[in-house]
């Protein structure tokens, strides 16, 4: 019984090794002479000017809502559309609910002007 596992095992072992390998080597070899600019905080190329606790934009929170949108609606799509003829009229009145969830959820982004940057 245990022997089928035995594969498994050593895929994880040889998975942690090419990833804690390079990691190693650069750790080893590679060069470390710090200093201050090296270590000073550093954002999109300039230096930071605010504190990390501030308020975000509400549009940041609407993007990411509008890729989860996105991403279910394909994440989900194309499962359904492989068994379509297995599922039948259930399974596409089922879809075109869920799509529609999706459409109001995208019209609410569009509504709140997440689509739109200055």
Known sequence: MLENYLPILVFIVLGIAFGAAPVAISMMMGPSRPDAEKLSPYECGFEAFEDSR??????????????????????????????????????????????????IGFIYEWKKGALEWE
């Open 54 to 103: 501030m308020k975000f934009d509400v549009r940041f929170y609407l993007v990411a809502i509008l890729f989860i949108i996105f991403d279910l609606e394909i994440a989900f799509l194309f499962p359904w559309a492989v068994v379509l003829e297995d599922i039948g009229w259930f399974g596409f009145v089922a879809m075109m609910v869920f799509l529609l969830v999706l459409v």
